[in-house]
């Protein structure tokens, strides 16, 4: 069952930019269905398998979003009691960072990245089936948790030592979290190996590192982060594993051990973890405002820079999270925070060159990347806020922080996830979203991302910890909670009108064809779906964006390479 | 190869350059042997890249020559399976070896019995592919 | 300048509290520095996004036409590398000594008191042994903090807090004081807070600790130096309070 690509050297087409056939030569057996599911070792199958799963646990940890928002919605509210809000606020954090955004980005790097640089498959086909029921059984194992006596993991996302040591937290449902969170975590870094290996071994002809889409550019670098970042977190849980079965006492304070240590591996792990959820985005964001603008992208060498600058400036500040501990040296970290704000700003004074005299057209997805641009850009200046230790003595730990992070999450990783999926549907299935049903999806979330999360900011400012199950009428917090409630419902509606789309769209939605967008790069040169090795033909490559200049040869970039 | 070889030692190097400002400032323990870890991790790779490099001598690979024609990479690409039971094999093997840490060091066994399998199966797909 | 920094400054606060202690001014001239740059830039690249989306938009689904295809404008891009780094710079310089002064603490400050947090409650030990105690068990509801365990401090004093933690991870947070920081054991914690008001407020625990997190709650009573002079006064030497009466 082996399949091999071969190129053979046919006459050139006339006429400079004809494409040059390839020849498959030894066709294999497909497999078809649950046996298809299981089996296939086909990037697109199991970059699909990704993301199925992680938008369904997008929507899983946006119901327990709902459920902890409807206890917060008066004060003193008795729709859940402590236990259960603390469990569900854990899980909706594990969950939407380990299951939903991570993967989900993984998927599309799976399906997207071997058909950018024009390779037959990623490099190591069986081994990225592995990464997937990894990933599957880890996020299995840790939601079975709520179905043992003690219940799931309460002890919030990032576990903090020696809250999670087995006289705190007692029972399963910690393990599971611990377990589930390395089995997700080797996932991760399965597929990091992969995806680099792929790029580094397997581009086509022509295709140089610079000449590679900035959404590659993307993935490549936040897998860089993902092989930096996901080891020091498994390593951190084994330790914690140890404490909680062995009466080791590396995080227990009893036997000679520091609780602080947990802190300092979680967090070197923690940050460069949130720029991997957030930069596959922002490769997505540029695809998009790139191909809608029909421009290309506007300083190409600068925003493989600052991502460059992204990744590694994201290694040096794990500690701003640790800022009120009282045991970090803040002029350091403090410095390199507010520095990494300056790669962002480019890369935002790039997303608006590609959109400067462009020819806009403000499609569902390009919709989702003007959200997001609006949404990170007020979650980018929180952050340069709380990235100066005098305020964030004030802030830390508030539902300033919450409104900071659910900006600059939602808008990354939410809205460049929904914009992927209406870019990137049609290749995927061969049919196109419902752009009303979607245009409306956009609003109604949009409104309810701001109405949720920009009081919270308030009330922040206002003292309301994090993390608290209830609270009481005399703070000053209830009509801000309320607008924050309704907002979360708002949210809901809003992704049911895109889960309504999803499912109507994929039997009865408009035929795609090869490029509806008119796009620029090598995914939109082959079939929607594409075939199983995924090229019949490839244009020369003679820059990012080798498609356009096949399809539009009098419209080349200006002063190109 | 050369370019990846300077990605992954300007990583190396970069990291390198906080690890040494950072463990003398803040003379603290753990951030500086992570960063000093993070940095052996990539410029492990960056060696390895290096000597890829040294053994095609300097000769460049069509997708690192900016006007490769598609024909320049004829040939075999390389092993892509259609379809393989064996990963899910392996896989089911290390979720049980994932429960084994919480329920109880029986379910080693059921793990082991998956992996070993599983791995077998895997290489000896990889052989058959020889035919 | 400085008038406008030390006033209320409710555009920066919100609702929120603006501060009581000596550090207030100085953090409201850090809040005013990030707001002058935040303000301009976010409205800037705000204007831009929606001054190219609705000049540049496409006119329907006939509008074919295909833009200029530049891509690069080497003087703007360094312009807009080099002017964020000197913002940048200048935020931190202006937060640089302001963090230094929060966190200095002095040899011998006027008023010494340890602070320990516990699941779900607060001990407060005075100097003389005296100890204030209280937790969750003595709130039946979250509106109750009639039986809170209350830290006494006097105004215009330099008090001392060491942070200790009986277990798990605390943190220790009045929101007027716009400071906090964590009970974290084997992390020896020392900070110095001087209040320039009297009053009445409610401290709380902003990190996780466990099931009523929410209630690990106290009332902390800012007094006259006679008054608090006056009330340690009365106090036994290592005696206890307990909050809402009874055993502790």
Same mark, same amino acid.
């Not at chain 1, 040591?165 to 599971?176: K, L, N, W």
């Not at chain 3, 914690?189 to 466990?210: K, P, R």
């Given at each position: 069952?082996?399949?091999?690509?071969?190129?053979?050297?046919?006459?050139?087409?006339?006429?400079?930019?004809?494409?040059?056939?390839?020849?498959?030569?030894?066709?294999?057996?497909?497999?078809?269905?649950?046996?298809?599911?299981?089996?296939?070792?086909?990037?697109?199958?199991?970059?699909?398998?990704?993301?199925?799963?992680?938008?369904?646990?997008?929507?899983?940890?946006?119901?327990?979003?709902?459920?902890?928002?409807?206890?917060?919605?008066?004060?003193?509210?008795?729709?859940?009691?402590?236990?259960?809000?603390?469990?569900?606020?854990?899980?909706?954090?594990?969950?939407?960072?380990?299951?939903?955004?991570?993967?989900?980005?993984?998927?599309?790097?799976?399906?997207?990245?071997?058909?950018?640089?024009?390779?037959?498959?990623?490099?190591?086909?069986?081994?990225?089936?592995?990464?997937?029921?990894?990933?599957?059984?880890?996020?299995?194992?840790?939601?079975?948790?709520?179905?043992?006596?003690?219940?799931?993991?309460?002890?919030?996302?990032?576990?903090?030592?020696?809250?999670?040591?087995?006289?705190?937290?007692?029972?399963?449902?910690?393990?599971?979290?611990?377990?589930?969170?390395?089995?997700?975590?080797?996932?991760?870094?399965?597929?990091?190996?992969?995806?680099?290996?792929?790029?580094?071994?397997?581009?086509?002809?022509?295709?140089?590192?610079?000449?590679?889409?900035?959404?590659?550019?993307?993935?490549?670098?936040?897998?860089?982060?993902?092989?930096?970042?996901? %080891?020091?977190?498994?390593?951190?849980?084994?330790?914690?594993?140890?404490?909680?079965?062995?009466?080791?006492?590396?995080?227990?304070?009893?036997?000679?051990?520091?609780?602080?240590?947990?802190?300092?591996?979680?967090?070197?792990?923690?940050?460069?973890?949130?720029?991997?959820?957030?930069?596959?985005?922002?490769? #997505?964001?540029?695809?998009?405002?790139?191909?809608?603008?029909?421009?290309?992208?506007?300083?190409?060498?600068?925003?493989?820079?600052?991502?460059?600058?992204?990744?590694?400036?994201?290694?040096?500040?794990?500690?701003?999270?640790?800022?009120?501990?009282?045991?970090?040296?803040?002029?350091?970290?403090?410095?390199?925070?507010?520095?990494?704000?300056?790669?962002?700003?480019?890369?935002?004074?790039?997303?608006?060159?590609?959109?400067?005299?462009?020819?806009?057209? =403000?499609?569902?997805?390009?919709?989702?990347?003007?959200?997001?641009?609006?949404?990170?850009?007020?979650?980018?200046?929180?952050? #340069?806020?709380?990235?100066?230790?005098?305020?964030?003595?004030?802030?830390?730990?508030?539902?300033?922080?919450?409104?900071?992070?659910?900006?600059?999450?939602?808008?990354?990783?939410?809205?460049?996830?929904?914009?992927?999926?209406?870019?990137?549907?049609?290749?995927?299935?061969?049919?196109?979203?419902?752009?009303?049903?979607?245009?409306?999806?956009?609003?109604?979330?949009?409104?309810?991302?701001?109405?949720?999360?920009?009081?919270?900011?308030?009330?922040?400012?206002?003292?309301?910890?994090?993390?608290?199950?209830?609270?009481?009428?005399?703070?000053?917090?209830?009509?801000?909670?309320?607008?924050?409630?309704?907002?979360?419902?708002?949210?809901?509606?809003?992704?049911?009108?895109? #889960?309504?789309?999803?499912?109507?769209?994929?039997?009865?939605?408009?035929?795609?064809?090869?490029?509806?967008?008119?796009?620029?790069?090598?995914?939109?040169?082959?079939?929607?779906? %594409? %075939?199983?090795?995924?090229?019949?033909? =490839?244009?020369?490559?003679?820059?990012?964006?080798?498609?356009?200049?096949?399809?539009?040869?009098?419209?080349?970039?200006?002063?190109?390479? | 190869?050369?370019?990846?070889?300077?990605?992954?030692?300007?990583?190396?190097?970069?990291?390198?350059?906080?690890?040494?400002?950072?463990?003398?400032?803040?003379?603290?323990?753990?951030?500086?042997?992570?960063?000093?870890?993070?940095?052996?991790?990539?410029?492990?790779?960056?060696?390895?890249?290096?000597?890829?490099?040294?053994?095609?001598?300097?000769?460049?690979?069509?997708?690192?020559?900016?006007?490769?024609?598609?024909?320049?990479?004829?040939?075999?690409?390389?092993?892509?399976?259609?379809?393989?039971?064996?990963?899910?094999?392996?896989?089911?093997?290390?979720?049980?070896?994932?429960?084994?840490?919480?329920?109880?060091?029986?379910?080693?066994?059921?793990?082991?019995?998956?992996?070993?399998?599983?791995?077998?199966?895997?290489?000896?797909?990889?052989?058959?592919?020889?035919? | 300048?400085?008038?406008?920094?030390?006033?209320?400054?409710?555009?920066?606060?919100?609702?929120?509290?603006?501060?009581?202690?000596?550090?207030?001014?100085?953090?409201? @001239?850090?809040?005013?520095?990030?707001?002058?740059?935040?303000?301009?830039?976010?409205?800037?690249?705000?204007?831009?996004?929606?001054?190219?989306?609705?000049?540049?938009?496409?006119?329907?689904?006939?509008?074919?036409?295909?833009?200029?295809?530049? +891509?690069?404008?080497?003087?703007?891009?360094?312009?807009?590398?080099?002017?964020?780094?000197?913002?940048?710079?200048?935020?931190?310089?202006?937060?640089?000594?302001?963090?230094?002064?929060?966190? *200095?603490?002095?040899?011998?400050?006027?008023?010494?008191?340890?602070?320990?947090?516990?699941?779900?409650?607060?001990?407060?030990?005075?100097?003389?042994?005296? +100890?204030?105690?209280?937790?969750?068990?003595?709130?039946?509801?979250?509106?109750?903090? +009639?039986?809170?365990?209350?830290?006494?401090?006097?105004? *215009?004093?330099?008090?001392?807090?060491?942070?200790?933690?009986?277990?798990?991870?605390?943190?220790?947070?009045?929101?007027?004081?716009?400071?906090?920081?964590?009970?974290?054991?084997?992390?020896?914690?020392?900070?110095?807070?001087?209040?320039?008001?009297?009053?009445?407020?409610?401290?709380?625990?902003?990190?996780?600790?466990?099931?009523?997190?929410?209630?690990?709650?106290? @009332?902390?009573?800012?007094?006259?130096?006679?008054?608090?002079?006056?009330?340690?006064?009365?106090?036994?030497?290592?005696?206890?309070?307990?909050?809402?009466?009874?055993?502790?």
């Amino acid at each position: 069952m082996s399949a091999t690509q071969e190129r053979l050297a046919p006459p050139r087409a006339a006429g400079g930019y004809g494409p040059e056939p390839l020849l498959e030569i030894i066709p294999s057996p497909r497999p078809r269905g649950l046996v298809k599911f299981i089996t296939s070792t086909d990037h697109k199958q199991i970059g699909l398998n990704y993301m199925v799963t992680a938008f369904a646990a997008f929507l899983v940890a946006g119901i327990m979003a709902e459920l902890m928002r409807t206890q917060l919605i008066v004060p003193d509210n008795h729709f859940l009691v402590a236990d259960t809000y603390n469990q569900l606020v854990t899980m909706h954090g594990t969950i939407m960072l380990f299951v939903f955004g991570g993967p989900f980005a993984f998927g599309l790097a799976n399906y997207i990245v071997p058909l950018q640089i024009g390779a037959p498959d990623m490099a190591f086909p069986r081994f990225n089936n592995l990464s997937y029921w990894l990933y599957l059984g880890g996020f299995v194992v840790m939601m079975f948790g709520f179905l043992t006596n003690n219940g799931a993991a309460d002890f919030g996302w990032f576990g903090y030592a020696p809250l999670t040591e087995a006289i705190h937290s007692p029972g399963p449902g910690a393990d599971m979290w611990v377990v589930g969170i390395a089995l997700t975590g080797f996932s991760g870094i399965f597929t990091a190996v992969n995806v680099i290996t792929t790029v580094f071994t397997l581009r086509a002809p022509g295709m140089v590192m610079f000449r590679m889409p900035i959404f590659t550019w993307n993935q490549l670098v936040t897998m860089f982060l993902v092989l930096l970042a996901f %080891p020091v977190l498994t390593a951190a849980m084994a330790l914690l594993w140890c404490d909680r079965h062995l009466t080791t006492h590396f995080y227990a304070p009893s036997g000679g051990g520091q609780p602080i240590l947990w802190q300092n591996l979680f967090w070197f792990f923690g940050h460069p973890e949130v720029y991997i959820l957030a930069l596959p985005y922002f490769g #997505v964001v540029t695809e998009v405002i790139s191909t809608m603008s029909k421009k290309p992208v506007f300083g190409y060498k600068g925003m493989v820079a600052a991502t460059l600058s992204i990744g590694g400036l994201s290694m040096g500040v794990w500690a701003h999270h640790m800022y009120t501990t009282g045991a970090v040296l803040l002029p350091f970290f403090a410095a390199l925070s507010l520095l990494i704000a300056v790669p962002t700003g480019i890369k935002f004074f790039n997303w608006i060159g590609t959109m400067w005299q462009g020819v806009i057209t =403000l499609s569902t997805s390009m919709l989702f990347c003007l959200g997001f641009l609006g949404l990170f850009l007020l979650g980018g200046i929180t952050g #340069v806020m709380l990235a100066e230790p005098p305020l964030d003595f004030q802030l830390h730990d508030t539902y300033f922080v919450i409104a900071h992070f659910h900006y600059v999450m939602i808008g990354a990783t939410a809205f460049g996830a929904f914009a992927a999926i209406y870019y990137w549907f049609p290749k995927f299935t061969g049919r196109m979203l419902d752009e009303r049903i979607g245009r409306i999806s956009f609003a109604i979330i949009f409104i309810g991302v701001n109405l949720t999360f920009f009081p919270q900011h308030d009330l922040g400012l206002r003292g309301m910890q994090r993390r608290i199950f209830t609270y009481s009428s005399f703070e000053g917090w209830n009509f801000l909670n309320l607008l924050s409630s309704i907002g979360a419902y708002l949210i809901g509606i809003g992704t049911l009108f895109t #889960v309504i789309n999803l499912i109507m769209s994929v039997r009865q939605g408009r035929i795609a064809g090869d490029n509806p967008w008119d796009g620029q790069t090598l995914e939109w040169a082959t079939s929607s779906p %594409p %075939p199983e090795h995924n090229f019949e033909l =490839l244009p020369p490559i003679r820059s990012e964006r080798p498609l356009w200049d096949a399809n539009h040869p009098d419209q080349l970039t200006e002063v190109g390479h | 190869m050369r370019f990846e070889y300077k990605l992954m030692m300007g990583a190396g190097v970069f990291l390198a350059t906080i690890c040494i400002i950072y463990g003398f400032w803040s003379q603290e323990a753990t951030g500086t042997v992570l960063l000093l870890f993070g940095c052996a991790a990539y410029v492990l790779v960056a060696v390895y890249l290096l000597m890829q490099w040294r053994r095609r001598q300097g000769v460049d690979r069509p997708e690192d020559r900016m006007d490769a024609e598609q024909s320049d990479g004829a040939g075999e690409v390389g092993f892509f399976p259609a379809a393989s039971i064996w990963p899910a094999a392996i896989g089911i093997g290390g979720i049980f070896a994932g429960v084994a840490l919480i329920y109880g060091t029986w379910y080693w066994v059921i793990a082991g019995v998956f992996i070993f399998g599983g791995v077998i199966g895997f290489t000896v797909e990889g052989e058959a592919r020889e035919e | 300048m400085s008038l406008i920094a030390s006033a209320p400054l409710p555009a920066t606060h919100w609702g929120g509290p603006s501060g009581i202690t000596t550090f207030a001014p100085e953090i409201n @001239r850090v809040w005013w520095v990030t707001y002058l740059f935040a303000i301009p830039i976010g409205l800037i690249v705000i204007g831009l996004i929606t001054w190219a989306v609705i000049r540049w938009h496409r006119r329907g689904p006939d509008d074919n036409r295909r833009p200029r295809q530049f +891509q690069y404008h080497i003087p703007l891009e360094a312009a807009y590398t080099i002017i964020p780094l000197v913002v940048v710079a200048v935020l931190f310089g202006f937060m640089y000594g302001v963090e230094n002064n929060i966190i *200095h603490v002095k040899k011998n400050p006027d008023v010494k008191i340890t602070v320990q947090g516990f699941q779900w409650g607060w001990r407060f030990t005075y100097p003389n042994g005296h +100890q204030e105690v209280g937790s969750v068990a003595a709130e039946p509801s979250i509106e109750d903090v +009639q039986n809170l365990p209350i830290l006494r401090m006097p105004e *215009h004093e330099t008090v001392q807090f060491t942070l200790q933690s009986d277990d798990v991870n605390h943190s220790f947070y009045v929101p007027e004081f716009l400071f906090k920081r964590d009970l974290i054991q084997r992390v020896h914690n020392v900070v110095d807070v001087n209040v320039t008001t009297t009053g009445n407020y409610i401290g709380e625990c902003t990190q996780l600790c466990g099931t009523y997190h929410a209630f690990m709650r106290f @009332r902390l009573l800012v007094m006259t130096k006679s008054a608090y002079n006056t009330w340690y006064r009365s106090t036994k030497p290592n005696s206890i309070t307990c909050a809402g009466g009874g055993n502790c």
